[in-house]
């Protein structure tokens, strides 16, 4: 999972990055709240870790931004030391989804993002997947439409998991490409686009078949169901 982190405290952001990459996650640490804000504006995240009391713009205040301006789903964790019942009060009424006191404690910490992340992804869980007329087949790494096995490689399939996991959710280049090859520095933005172009040419996904990639301009994709039972994320 892709998570976003903002700490001030430059060792204990290297320490809870270490902690949460050690756990398979993608992790992005930012130092001020402006800085946080500004990349997740522009890209992707599953979940977001905040402090509180940070320069510039507070942990409280990037959160009603998150919740105002990103996304209402994607699950908030407030990491601070800020330990009052109105404080996390406050936080848990404007859209946080769990609280935590400093210091942080590894497998607690690891226990409430595995919650956090299975509420908000519950089919992460799943080895086979259903989205009429498509089949997935996590575990054999295999798709098939109306019975029908389609021949993918294997990034083209990840990379399909990854839109059919997140349908009606908008995902960066960025998100996508660590999500698919890793945090690879050499891989240009190209390859992410030509592996879309080829999953949407395979499977055939467009609005006469149920569902459809949408490119959004300078950020990425969105898979689409189109009719019935339809949705997007708000």
């Not at 999500?179 to 006469?208: N, P, Y």
Request: glycine share 6%; proline share 3%.
């Amino acid at each position: 999972m892709r998570i976003s982190i903002l700490e001030d405290d430059s060792d204990q952001l290297a320490l809870l990055k270490r902690w949460l990459a050690d756990d398979g996650h993608d992790v992005h640490g930012y130092l001020t709240g402006r800085e946080a804000m500004k990349h997740a504006g522009r890209e992707s995240f599953d979940l977001f870790i905040l402090d509180w009391q940070v320069p510039d713009v507070s942990g409280a205040d990037v959160l009603m931004w998150l919740r105002s301006n990103v996304s209402k789903l994607v699950p908030v964790l407030f990491v601070t030391v800020r330990d009052s019942e109105q404080d996390i009060v406050f936080a848990l009424e404007n859209g946080a989804d769990d609280y935590m006191v400093k210091p942080a404690r590894r497998q607690e910490l690891l226990a409430r993002v595995h919650a956090l992340l299975r509420r908000a992804y519950p089919r992460e869980e799943e080895k086979l997947l259903s989205f009429p007329p498509f089949e997935i087949d996590v575990v054999r790494g295999e798709i098939r439409r109306s019975g029908e096995r389609i021949d993918l490689t294997p990034k083209e399939f990840e990379l399909t998991l990854v839109l059919f996991r997140n349908v009606g959710r908008l995902l960066s280049r960025g998100h996508l490409q660590e999500s698919v090859w890793g945090r690879s520095g050499d891989l240009i933005t190209r390859t992410v686009d030509t592996h879309v172009s080829q999953v949407r040419k395979k499977l055939d996904l467009r609005t006469e078949t149920g569902f459809r990639v949408v490119p959004i301009y300078n950020y990425g994709y969105r898979l689409e169901q189109v009719g019935e039972g339809a949705s997007s994320e708000v």
